[in-house]
Nanobody, 114 residues
Framework: QVQLVESGGGLVQPGGSLRLSCAASGNIFGSAIMGWYRQAPGKERELVAR???????DYSKSVTGRFTISRDNAKNTVSLQMNNLRPEDTAVYLC????????WGQGTQVTVTV
């Protein structure tokens, strides 16, 4: 069974930075896709960024150039460095791992406000 534990998140002013981390445990395949999604109140869950087993990354247009996803296969961790945060980035951020099925973390709140 795969488990995901997130850390990071919090309250930040516009233009600030935060770093999210997610540690995966269990039987993790090197080919697993790891990433981050977010869900704001009243909105659907959306992909923020993901990294494939080979290291290829994929970002949503709204975060491209501001967020950077990274992965450590040896430690089974994935991180999301978020810079130049905007109020519209406010959401619950969820770590995701996809191998045969989707696994989700419990979510961590990111709030961007003055």
């Amino acid at each position: 069974q795969v488990q995901l534990v997130e850390s990071g998140g919090g309250l930040v002013q516009p233009g600030g930075s935060l770093r999210l981390s997610c540690a995966a445990s269990g039987n993790i395949f090197g080919s697993a896709i790891m990433g981050w999604y977010r869900q704001a109140p009243g909105k659907e869950r959306e992909l923020v960024a993901r990294v494939f087993g080979g290291g290829i990354t994929d970002y949503s247009k709204s975060v491209t150039g501001r967020f950077t996803i990274s992965r450590d296969n040896a430690k089974n961790t994935v991180s999301l460095q978020m810079n130049n945060l905007r109020p519209e980035d406010t959401a619950v951020y969820l770590c995701n791992l996809n191998q045969r099925r989707n696994y989700w973390g419990q979510g961590t709140q990111v709030t961007v406000t003055v």
